[in-house]
């Protein structure tokens, strides 16, 4: 009877040793597998973004290029707006002709070195206009200055305007651009 109840011990703890075994073997397989899955999971999470914004860029890439030739349509619009550097010779001319129509004097000089253009950024130089004459001959100047002036592009940086001897006298600096 004492050999059946050793056998018996030695069993129970041989099957006891064999379960815990395996429990520790399948609990150490899923412990693996789960952490391998969520690294792939994550993988996958990420080649899923990037396969978006990858799809994204594609759609703006077919966008500018259906739009490249409204680009340039506009180019060319702008092109033909803008002197080249020689043109700009004629500035002074077209100064005077305005100012015979608003009755005022003015004189024209470029100042500065020229900017160069470059494919991306137009060319410009400095200038100073000085323009003499009633106020409102000076204010019909400047308008049609702004808006009726087509042959060139320019803007005024700054201006002074004095009154002297009953003629209002404006000195103002700007840049004109070129192609």
């Not at 703890?13 to 994550?42: D, E, M, R």
């Not at 990420?46 to 290029?65: E, P, Y």
């Not at 100047?141 to 005024?156: D, G, I, M, P």
Request: aromatic residues 12%.
């Amino acid at each position: 009877m004492f050999y059946v109840m050793n056998d018996f011990k030695r069993k129970f703890w041989l099957g006891i040793g064999t379960i815990c075994l395996v429990l520790v073997v399948w609990g150490g397989a899923f412990y693996w597998l789960a952490g391998n899955l969520q690294v792939q999971a994550k993988g996958i999470a990420t080649s899923r973004s990037l396969a978006q914004k990858n799809s994204q860029l594609v759609d703006v890439l077919a966008g500018l290029k259906r739009n490249s030739s409204d680009v340039d349509l506009y180019q060319k619009q702008i092109d033909s707006l803008l002197p080249n550097k020689e043109h700009l010779i004629d500035i002074p001319n077209t100064l005077e002709g305005i100012a015979r129509a608003n009755q005022v004097s003015v004189d024209f000089q470029f100042q500065g070195e020229a900017t160069p253009s470059q494919p991306s950024q137009l060319g410009s130089i400095g200038f100073r206009l000085y323009i003499q004459g009633p106020y409102g001959g000076l204010i019909g100047f400047l308008q049609a200055f702004e808006n009726k002036s087509t042959r060139f592009v320019a803007n005024l940086n700054d201006f002074d305007l004095t009154l002297t001897n009953g003629q209002y006298q404006l000195v103002a600096n700007g840049r004109v651009y070129f192609k």
